[in-house]
DNA sequence: TATGGAACGGCACGTGCCGTGCCGTTCTGT
DNA sequence: ACAGAACGGCACGGCACGTGCCGTTCCATA
């Protein structure tokens, strides 16, 4: 019998999809490149061929799912804006049924340089440019004191929200996004 | 011969000395629980009898270095006294030689709950309860504009520092904390 | 259409650390 | 003086690691 071999994309993706199956169901501590290779029906030199650490394998999967799903759209609104972009983001990765992996990759990153450097160019930098971008664009339109350190701007958005994911572990909820925007903005606003 | 044995608490240092000795040479995540007794010169049932996990060791044995050092002294002027409190806290755990293992830990905190729990108790709570008592004393002494969340100003301050240790790994220097400060208290001031 | 090489699934191996027993010894409290 | 707890040392089974080797299957090239 001649089984139907799978290319090879088709294993990468059945490949990551047997990690975050297993990621949900049994979380990421208890989780072993054996057990995710059974899951996919895959030798072990089949997923080490592709990725060189378990964080690295995570990592890949669960950003793979955002792709498209982290662009948005322009309204004119600095706040508008900003807020879209950082519901997206929260909502993908810090909802349900993510946010246990994302914490725990974020977790892994501490320990691991190469998960570190992957989630910084993968996630963290595009995020951080795409929110000073925009910060960029509205004070060159005169909507933000032209004096306020956008770097610092975007570490005072983004902050409070891994601060809560990671430190207190409370659900980030769009209120809570709001609250942020508003405090950040009562601050930022051009002085009469 | 007989060897001259230790007393209980005595082991305890021992082996919290151990372990903190071990995770700068060897850093967090090869560091196993036997090398730790091995260099302690002890049993591992000694070292189990005690903590329940590599993290809860490691972070009993970071957190233990604290004690008393983290209290500061009030000046009067809310700033100034946020300042030295963030400055010590800043100082001892994401400066050297003890950074790379406070990173470590809060990133165990992230897969292992006992730890997170411990986190929180030992530190988190502590450190934002003096906080927030700070802001709500100048708040009552209208240095503070009285419309302002206490706890999201909290967030505003610490979570910029846990964001630039945790996620772009960049050094947190004196100067990093006093512009969070100043941004901070530039939304923050009472209106005229 | 024939052939070599790469990728595959399956299996086994040595390694390191886990957490837990059991031993005989030493200290401590009563 | 004595019982019991805590100790250091050792050995154990278990698990996942990362890496070999096997024979098979697919694919590119000639």
Redesign the pocket.
């Known amino acids: ?8 994309s088709a ?1 990468t993706e059945a490949i990551k999809r047997a990690a975050l199956e297993l990621g949900q169901e049994s979380g990421y501590a ?6 995710i290779a ?1 899951r ?7 997923v ?3 990725w060189s ?2 964080g690295a394998l995570m990592l890949d999967s669960l950003l793979s799912l955002d792709e498209s799903a982290l662009d948005y759209s322009e309204t004119g609104d600095v706040v508008e804006d900003l807020r879209r972009q950082i519901y997206e983001a929260v909502d993908l990765l810090a909802g349900e049924p993510f946010r246990p992996l994302f914490q725990s990759l974020v977790g892994e990153a501490q320990h691991d340089p190469v998960v570190a450097a992957a989630l910084t160019e993968r996630f963290i930098t595009p995020q951080a440019d795409k929110t000073v971008a925009r910060l960029k664009a509205a004070r060159e339109q005169g909507q933000l004191s032209p004096d306020f350190d956008l770097d610092l701007a975007m570490a005072i958005l983004s902050g409070p929200l891994y601060f809560r994911l990671l430190i207190t572990q409370e659900p980030l909820t769009h209120e809570y996004v709001d609250r942020i925007l508003e405090a950040l903005f009562a601050g930022m606003r051009p002085r009469r």
Chains 1, 2 share one sequence.
């Not at 996919?40 to 089949?46: D, F, S, Y």
């Open positions: 019998m001649t089984t139907a071999r799978r290319s090879g294993l208890k989780l072993s490149i054996e057990a059974a996919a029906g895959v030798g072990k030199h089949t080490y061929r592709r650490s378990k």
